[in-house]
């Protein structure tokens, strides 16, 4: 692996970005179309950078596992996009948000690439606008805003509780005009399985047909990889069924270093599970936490209906524990703080496992109609979900897996250890830290795809100049045939335990020692039993079907082994990890009221582990952080 270097640019940080686009190499118009670049995912990430890559000239093939990439998980963001606009007058700036995205990530990430994508938020905000995207407007016609979790001012472009869908929307437009003009060939319903590097270079991808079954090589001059987070290790979250970790993973494995992966997010605001054989959670938008206000009982065991519970018997906890930010406390300590209610015996709902998110007091001051112009498509899902009306009855809410912070390390260029190989989105782990803001994952997404990568991969192949290559390159058929054999590895098993058994048992082991809370008693238990169920998967499960054929059983298993794997190495991290820092929470690390502690000292760098090969330790590789512009200091919401 080649060493770390963040290749972070010289100068004042305002400036960095500026200057960095100076000094890159550039690729002349007439040469771009000799370059084939590899786009890998449809989402936010990766259609706006096909699309964008296209228009400058490149030859683009874009990779996506769904039909369209309009079904791209994308689609599920619900609350907003930030952008320092400072419409709303209220103190707003570049410079606030980088701060507030730095303090929120609980100082555990690079300054540099922050005050980028801060920066670059102002300018991702007139281009959606160039779309057609519908964003809310005020009576005046102008941009509205609204305040998300973490911050003090209202910074947050939506459209209404379907944000992720019209910005998604607005990239596939772009896409789909490129895909017309001929500049950017697409795959669907075709998932990368490995990675193909020569001669120290990514130069392509092997793909699975999942409708055929067949395997094949596809090469180019660069391999961009926007395929989302890991959070489905947990096998309960609020990612859709198929999101799934493969792209980055098999990268890993021929040399890309992963960084962080004990950095989870968990969302504050999710309907709680209902029951055993539940296999996916659903998300209610952070935006409600504008007009909701979260509370419990203030005496244990308490069943009563919550309209008969009066108002000096109710606890709003995160008002009263942090009154400066109340209900919009960033999303890790409003998570903590409501798991700490429910393990005090104070949970409501049957299984004790929720908070009552409420919304009397807003109906009541600005009416039925304003809450419904707000809120509508989510009060409407909650109530399809639950049978429950939200504007009769406080919604039930529970913390529940959201994002991923870790993913593949990237340099300032959002290159890999791998050169060639790029990581755009939720993918890298380069801008959240050890906590991600809400509102700020449709930011990087499209601050990545339309703005950074389209600047720094001309940089790539300008200085490389990739040498030709056909599929016939022994390299290229070793990586098919290490895919064909795991393939075949699988449907030999022929064991007697369902896919779906293994992964729901792994995420109940990540859950309860790799969860919202950890310690280093759990961790070692969860890095005893991951491997003996790894052992056992690949002794004892059972995958029906053929590999030449539509074969859901044989996706599915390709991606829980890979969470097997992934899943001990989040453990690792976590166990090595001896401080509590955003999502990171060990438990012997905490202030005398609770609050995450961490240790500067020993642990402000980011964490980038190498593989090493089939049972070996990975290596740990360390990039120190360094904090010019925002004082560490504890992080205080009070």
Avoid at 315 to 340: T, V
Avoid at 474 to 499: F, M, Y
Wanted: aromatic share 10%; hydrophobic share 35%; with cysteine.
């Amino acid at each position: 692996m080649r060493p770390l270097d963040p290749r972070v640019p010289s100068g004042p940080i305002e400036l960095k970005w500026d200057k960095h686009r100076f000094e890159m190499k550039l690729v002349n118009p007439a040469n771009k179309r000799k370059y084939t670049v590899l786009m890998v995912g449809s989402g936010l990430a990766g259609a706006s950078a096909a699309a964008t890559l296209s228009e400058l000239g490149y030859n683009v093939k874009c990779f996506f596992f769904h039909d369209s990439p309009r079904r791209a998980h994308s689609i599920a963001a619900q609350g907003g996009i930030n952008a320092a606009k400072n419409y709303r007058n209220d103190g707003d700036s570049i410079y606030r948000l980088f701060y507030d995205t730095v303090k929120g990530g609980d100082f555990r990430s690079r300054e540099a690439n922050v005050y980028r994508l801060a920066q670059t938020s102002v300018e991702i905000i007139d281009q959606c606008v160039a779309q057609g995207v519908p964003f809310a407007r005020e009576y005046g016609g102008l941009l509205a805003n609204r305040s998300f979790g973490g911050a003090q001012v209202s910074r947050t472009f939506y459209a209404r509780g379907q944000t992720g869908q019209q910005l998604l929307l607005g990239a596939y437009q772009q896409l789909e005009k490129e895909v017309a003009r001929g500049g950017v060939t697409v795959y669907p319903r075709t998932e990368m399985l490995d990675l193909i590097v020569v001669d120290g270079q990514a130069r392509g991808i092997v793909t699975r047909d999942m409708v055929t079954g067949k395997i094949s090589s596809h090469l180019g001059d660069a391999v961009v990889l926007g395929t989302g987070g890991y959070g489905n290790v947990f096998y309960l979250s609020t990612n859709a069924k198929g999101c799934n970790a493969t792209a980055i993973w098999r990268a890993h494995k021929r040399g890309a270093a992963f960084a962080n992966p004990c950095f989870t997010q968990i969302h504050p605001t999710c309907i709680p599970v209902s029951g055993e054989y539940q296999s996916k959670l659903t998300l209610m938008s952070e935006s409600l936490r504008n007009d909701g206000r979260v509370w419990v009982p203030k005496k244990q065991g308490d069943k009563r209906r919550p309209d008969q519970i009066p108002e000096g018997e109710r606890d709003y906890f995160l008002e009263r524990k942090y009154p400066s930010f109340g209900n919009l406390a960033p999303r890790d300590i409003a998570s903590r703080a409501a798991k700490e209610a429910c393990d005090q015996g104070l949970g409501v709902g049957e299984r004790g496992l929720g908070v009552y998110l409420d919304f009397g007091d807003a109906i009541k001051r600005l009416g039925d109609q304003t809450i419904r112009e707000r809120y509508g498509n989510l009060f409407e899902m909650y109530q399809r979900i639950t049978d429950e009306n939200p504007f009769e009855a406080p919604m039930r809410i529970y913390p529940a897996v959201h994002y991923t912070m870790g993913g593949l390390w990237v340099d300032y260029n959002l290159m890999s250890t791998i050169p060639g190989l790029h990581v755009i989105g939720e993918a890298n782990f380069s801008d959240h830290g050890a906590n991600r803001l809400g509102a700020s994952a449709l930011m990087q997404g499209l601050a990545d795809g339309y703005f950074v990568l389209p600047a720094t991969i001309g940089d790539y192949l300008a200085s490389s100049k990739p040498d030709r290559l056909d599929t016939s390159h022994p390299d290229v058929r070793r990586v098919e045939a290490d895919v064909s054999d795991q393939t075949r590895k699988l449907l030999s098993i022929k064991g007697k335990r369902t896919v779906d058994s293994f992964h729901r048992e792994l995420g109940k082991l990540m859950w309860d020692y790799c969860g919202m809370a950890r310690n280093a008693a759990g961790l070692q238990t969860a890095l005893r039993l991951i491997p003996e169920l790894r052992a056992e998967f690949w002794r004892d499960v059972n995958v029906p079907g053929s590999d030449a054929e539509l074969n859901q059983a044989l996706e599915k298993a390709g991606r829980v082994a890979d969470f097997l794997e992934l899943g001990e190495l989040m453990c690792v991290d976590a166990l090595h990890r001896e401080e509590s820092c955003g999502g990171h929470f060990r438990e012997e690390y905490q202030t005398e009221d609770g609050e995450a502690l961490r240790n500067d000292d020993l642990f402000a760098y980011v964490a980038a582990w190498e593989y090493t090969g089939p049972g070996q330790p990975e290596h740990l590789h360390r990039e120190p952080l360094a904090f010019e512009h925002v004082a560490l200091a504890q992080r205080s919401y009070k």
